[in-house]
């Protein structure tokens, strides 16, 4: 974390200890969307997009309203942005507005850290290039300890495109300083093998029979199509060799349950079977999005106590 980021600040796990993420983790524990806490009443939350989002925007801003505070929305089309403002005017520009905590998802990793750096309210990574997804991993750490009783002794296995995903890199982070057993799978271009000295624990397969036996998680990814320029992907072959079929399912343990942070694309890296079966939880990861946000922000405000 830059030296002079405003305290509650959340720019990434990397640097997080595992003693406040549990601390995290128990505070949202206790806080429900459906009964208001004016926690942060009267405070503005600045909701800075300058990527798309469905889940990540949507679950900050109902956790802000939820804890009593007011929401402004900025996106990158149709603000000063667009005209060629630099990330930092627009960062001095809404701290003059009056914000008080700045949730900000930026194409270029780094861009959060930049931010918090210079302004002094509390900053939030709501998702950084190819960097890290902070909420998105406390949000999938929450959706797994209400599956499973604990970290100890679990195996997740990790599938699909894990190099152009900042989720993985967020999740890898934050299980393996709980000693999880990492299991990471796909081809050689989504997949490097120097992915394994990511964090302590994680290995690297490209077969995934091998990445599911004894598995208790698996986390899907999408293939991110948008970023494939340049690389040699043949969708057929990735489909044939890794797509979540209810077949392959039976190869992890019997309770293993099935996380995707979104946006899902049927077909590609799983099937409808998979999303919409028994041991999907991906609808119930973006309901945990909300009590894992409310949590953060409270925090971002010394609230959470
Ligand atoms: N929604 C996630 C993200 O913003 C994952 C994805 O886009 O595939 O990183």
Redesign the pocket.
Known sequence: MPMNAARGSLLGIEHLEAAEILKILKFARRMNPDRPRPLLKGKRVLLLFY?A?T??RSSFEIAAKTLGAHTVLVQAAGSSIEKGESLLDTGYTVRAVGADVIVI?HPNAGAPHVMAQHLDVPVINA?DGLHE?PS?ALLDAYTILRNKKSFKGLQIAIVGDIFH???ARSACHLLSKFGVKIILCGPEELVPEVAATLAPGIRVTRHIEDALRGTDVVML??V?KERLSGLKIDLPEYIARYQMTPARLKMAKKDAVVMH???IIRGLELTSEIADGAQSRILEEVRNGVPTRMAILARAMGRMR
């Open positions: 990527e989002s889940r990540t998802r998702g997804h998105q995903s900042r989720v990814l999408r991110q942070p979104g946006p």
